[in-house]
């Protein structure tokens, strides 16, 4: 059983990350009339169209500075793996494979599919929710 270490709950960080993903999302799509699902975004810079790329890049150079931004505006943060470095690619390998195997992540039918209503979203959002439940018990519990 987990429970919450009222001490070092910050919630305040998750809600500003949130708004942020939220506030990109809306961006993207009124901007851009593009869906902010990063699978999609990812996937077409690896198979690049005319028009598509700068976009793109730039999206995903944005995720991958907001660490060291949060980091310079804030001060250092501790991350720590409690499965290690391996278990965390695999499953990285895992996601992105679910993801190709979903048509689609996490943010793309959770965060855009569900604002838009689109009832496969919400299908698809809750059979990640429901494996995430199941494979988490497994190797929190059996393994």
Same mark, same amino acid.
């Given at each position: 059983?987990?429970?919450?270490?009222?001490?070092?709950?910050?919630?305040?960080?998750?809600?500003?990350?949130?708004?942020?993903?939220?506030?990109?999302?809306?961006?993207?799509?009124?901007?851009?009339?593009?869906?902010?699902?990063?699978?999609?975004?990812?996937?077409?810079?690896?198979?690049?169209?005319?028009?598509?790329?700068?976009? *793109?890049? #730039?999206?995903? %150079?944005?995720? $991958?500075?907001?660490?060291?931004? =949060?980091? /310079?505006?804030? !001060?250092?943060?501790?991350?720590?793996?409690? *499965?290690? #470095?391996?278990? %965390?690619?695999? $499953?990285?390998?895992?996601?992105? =494979?679910? /993801?190709?195997? !979903?048509?689609?992540?996490?943010?793309?039918?959770?965060?855009?599919?569900?604002?838009?209503?689109?009832?496969?979203?919400?299908?698809?959002?809750?059979?990640?929710?429901?494996?995430?439940?199941?494979?988490?018990?497994?190797?929190?519990?059996?393994?």
């Amino acid at each position: 059983m987990f429970t919450v270490n009222w001490e070092a709950f910050t919630p305040y960080p998750a809600l500003f990350g949130g708004l942020l993903i939220g506030l990109s999302a809306v961006m993207l799509i009124l901007l851009t009339g593009r869906v902010a699902g990063i699978s999609g975004i990812v996937g077409g810079l690896l198979t690049p169209q005319r028009g598509e790329t700068l976009w *793109r890049l #730039t999206f995903v %150079l944005g995720m $991958a500075a907001a660490p060291w931004l =949060y980091q /310079t505006v804030v !001060g250092d943060f501790e991350f720590e793996s409690p *499965r290690g #470095t391996v278990a %965390l690619i695999l $499953a990285g390998l895992l996601v992105g =494979y679910g /993801t190709r195997l !979903g048509s689609g992540c996490t943010s793309g039918h959770g965060v855009c599919g569900l604002s838009r209503l689109s009832p496969r979203s919400l299908a698809a959002t809750g059979l990640f929710m429901a494996t995430g439940f199941v494979v988490a018990s497994v190797v929190m519990h059996a393994i």
